[in-house]
């Protein structure tokens, strides 16, 4: 991973070197933006589980799902090179609030598995939600590249196509447990209650990395301008770690999939030097790969694991070019 980062960074960098060198009059630009980070990730287990002595066996998919809000406002920090027809760009952001929502998480066929004869694999048994704070982290490195523009006609318009290298890092505290089991009752007479404990329950870490590659346009009338654009993600890398405190269970998964990235930027120059921007972007991952699961150091096999994750943000930006 370290390695395609860097030939990422490398190939942007050489290119805005040579661009650089070839262009007249570049233009810098610099954005701060302040906004909203709406979803969720959500990570499944079931389905074929080898044990560490070799045993397997076939859980339903999912016996058990993770969904960690992300709720949370965000800062961001841009800048970019453009010269006439090619541009790159580079855009960190984190959030400035923590508190993320509800973490919910799901469990079926628990009383199945537990040995009860006439109990289903299929319904929902255990089921619970806690508070979750998160510590976001996003950076996204752009190249672009204009293959059609109009010349002299208003308004203007421009095709492009681009890659690029998405970073996302979100790691969640999770805290005060409300658990309850929402099918006991039918199946043993009684409200099976609820189990409340306070305090840090959980940890959970999940790393994204994304290189993709997009097409997209530009519409440019007088001083307003609004792009949009397409991407996709063949090869997408996804790495978690879940720590169970309560349990001393640690989970570790590593899955590969895709993404879909859409994004629409409305921009407005107030004058040569000032400008500002309203932007929505909307990314939605889906992953496959094994989770390896341990108490404390002992492993106890690996399981299935799938991961999903929507995710809108919307930024509004203040921007300056020289």
């Known amino acids: 991973m370290k390695k395609l980062f860097s030939v990422l960074l490398f190939m942007l960098f050489f290119t805005s070197v040579a661009i650089s060198a070839h262009a007249e009059k570049p233009e810098f630009n610099f954005t701060l933006g302040n906004g909203i980070l709406r979803g969720d990730t959500t990570y499944r287990i079931g389905g074929t589980s080898t044990s560490a002595g070799g045993y397997t066996y076939e859980y339903r998919f999912p016996i058990s799902e993770l969904k960690f809000p992300l709720d949370v406002n965000m800062l961001s920090i841009g800048s970019s090179i453009e010269m006439e027809n090619w541009s790159v760009r580079i855009n960190v952001k984190k959030n400035i609030s923590d508190d993320a929502g509800k973490m919910e998480d799901s469990d079926w066929g628990y009383w199945y598995e537990d040995g009860c004869p006439y109990c289903s694999r299929d319904s929902l048994d255990i089921f619970s939600e806690s508070d979750a ?18 010349r002299g006609a208003k308004p203007g318009l421009s095709l492009f196509m681009n890659y690029g290298y998405i970073y996302e890092n979100y790691n969640y505290d999770v805290y005060d447990l409300d658990q309850w089991y929402p099918s006991y009752e039918s199946y043993f007479g009684t409200d099976g209650g609820h189990d409340i404990v306070n305090g ?34 063949p090869y997408v890398f996804v790495r978690d770690r879940d720590d169970h405190l309560l349990r001393n269970k640690i989970s570790k998964g590593k899955l590969e999939g895709n993404a879909v990235i859409l994004s629409l930027e409305g921009r407005y120059d107030f004058t040569s030097f000032l400008f500002a921007a309203l932007s929505v972007g909307y990314t939605r991952i889906e992953a496959e ?31 300056f070019s020289f």
């Open 133 to 150: 704070k998160l510590d976001a982290w996003i950076a996204d490195i752009n190249f672009q590249f204009e293959f059609y523009k109009t």
């Open 200 to 233: 840090k329950v959980l940890t959970y870490e999940i790393t994204y990395h994304i290189p993709y590659i997009g097409i997209g346009a530009n519409l440019n009338i007088n001083k307003f301008s609004i792009e949009q654009a397409l991407g996709y993600a």
């Open 289 to 319: 790969g094994t989770q390896d699961q341990s108490i404390g150091d002992l492993s106890i096999g690996t399981i299935d694991q799938e991961v999903e994750s929507s995710q809108t943000l919307a930024m509004m930006k203040i921007g």
